[in-house]
């Protein structure tokens, strides 16, 4: 990418003091854009934001939880008192989860909607009059998980889901009013370290590195998410495996089915391996 591509553009991250969010931020504001960061862990915010600006990089840091939609309308207008106004709403904040329906805490289904799927349309509904003015871009960090429903990840892919169908009508929408919507169905990726996920009892644990497939780089999903603004793509599927899932469960579902299905004890010892060291509840 050339320098400087979003020069005078200004852009909000959520779920940005880490991973995929931190990347994209990174990209955005070693383009020329002005970046708010965004996250719910105050310490990992902040370090974040003194990482970006000791390598001078124009950022600012605001502390919200999306599943709040005070805290949304807050953010926003942090942004714009800081900035001025919003080109772009990268809606990166996510969670996920893994277990069965029949096992998983009732809370589980009610965290993961209310993050991955009525946190980001908080923060549509609030940004929308600034995208407005500036003819923005909103963006949304999916998943492939939303293709489908996946086994022993219903929950977390339903969320996914949903917020994919959200894009698709905000696409039409915000049509007239000049506001690109585009959405990253992101595959498998390198994990922070300190990436967590909800276990089955509603309790948070670490989510370990993935051994057994090939791993994007989260540098290279910000950039392609970054080429899709600028593109004005309505929707970017990452990785070959990610592609490879979207073409057989769009022409082959019946194949996909099966596949799954032959599959089912080899996908349930996977996500039963997933976590293992639990994460000590704050005193």
Same mark, same amino acid.
């Not at 989260?218 to 490879?244: E, F, H, R, W, Y």
């Given at each position: 990418m050339?320098k400087k591509?979003f020069?005078e553009?200004? @852009?909000?991250v959520?779920?940005?003091?880490?991973?995929?969010?931190? #990347?994209?931020?990174?990209v955005?504001?070693?383009?020329? @854009?002005?970046?708010m960061?965004?996250?719910r862990?105050?310490k990992?915010?902040r370090?974040? *934001?003194?990482?970006?600006?000791q390598?001078?990089?124009?950022?600012?840091a605001?502390q919200?939880?999306?599943?709040d939609p005070?805290? !949304?309308k807050?953010?926003?207008? *942090?942004?714009i008192n800081?900035?001025g106004?919003?080109?772009i709403?990268?809606?990166?904040?996510?969670?996920?989860?893994?277990?069965?329906?029949?096992?998983? @805490?009732?809370?589980?289904?009610?965290?993961l909607m209310e993050?991955?799927?009525?946190?980001t349309a908080y923060? !549509?509904k609030?940004?929308f009059?600034?995208l407005?003015k500036?003819k923005?871009n909103?963006?949304?960090?999916n998943s492939?998980? #939303?293709?489908?429903?996946?086994?022993y990840?219903? @929950?977390?892919t339903a969320?996914?889901? #949903?917020?994919s169908a959200?894009a698709?009508?905000?696409?039409i929408e915000?049509?007239? &009013?000049?506001i690109?919507?585009?959405?990253?169905?992101v595959?498998?990726?390198?994990?922070?370290?300190k990436k967590?996920?909800?276990d089955?009892?509603?309790?948070?644990?670490?989510?370990?590195k993935r051994t057994?497939?090939?791993l994007a780089?989260?540098?290279?999903?910000?950039?392609?998410?970054?080429q899709?603004?600028?593109?004005?793509?309505?929707s970017?599927?990452?990785?070959?495996l990610?592609?490879?899932?979207?073409?057989?469960?769009?022409y082959f579902?019946?194949?996909s089915?099966w596949?799954?299905?032959?599959?089912r004890?080899?996908i349930k010892?996977? &996500?039963a391996?997933i976590?293992?060291i639990?994460?000590?509840?704050?005193?």
């Amino acid at each position: 990418m050339n320098k400087k591509l979003f020069k005078e553009k200004v @852009a909000i991250v959520t779920g940005s003091s880490m991973g995929i969010g931190k #990347a994209i931020a990174i990209v955005l504001a070693e383009q020329g @854009a002005q970046v708010m960061l965004n996250g719910r862990d105050k310490k990992k915010l902040r370090d974040t *934001e003194k990482e970006l600006k000791q390598i001078g990089l124009d950022v600012s840091a605001f502390q919200a939880d999306i599943c709040d939609p005070e805290q !949304c309308k807050y953010l926003i207008e *942090e942004t714009i008192n800081c900035f001025g106004k919003i080109n772009i709403l990268i809606n990166n904040a996510g969670l996920s989860s893994r277990g069965s329906v029949m096992e998983m @805490a009732p809370l589980n289904f009610k965290a993961l909607m209310e993050t991955n799927y009525s946190g980001t349309a908080y923060m !549509c509904k609030y940004a929308f009059q600034h995208l407005k003015k500036t003819k923005g871009n909103l963006i949304f960090i999916n998943s492939v998980g #939303a293709f489908r429903g996946m086994p022993y990840n219903s @929950a977390y892919t339903a969320s996914k889901m #949903a917020q994919s169908a959200l894009a698709d009508a905000l696409r039409i929408e915000l049509y007239d &009013y000049g506001i690109h919507v585009g959405v990253a169905y992101v595959g498998f990726t390198e994990n922070d370290p300190k990436k967590t996920i909800l276990d089955v009892d509603g309790s948070l644990v670490y989510l370990p590195k993935r051994t057994n497939v090939s791993l994007a780089k989260p540098n290279d999903v910000a950039k392609s998410v970054c080429q899709m603004i600028l593109s004005k793509k309505n929707s970017v599927t990452l990785t070959g495996l990610g592609l490879l899932a979207q073409f057989t469960i769009r022409y082959f579902p019946r194949l996909s089915h099966w596949i799954l299905w032959k599959n089912r004890e080899k996908i349930k010892t996977q &996500y039963a391996l997933i976590g293992g060291i639990k994460i000590p509840k704050p005193l």
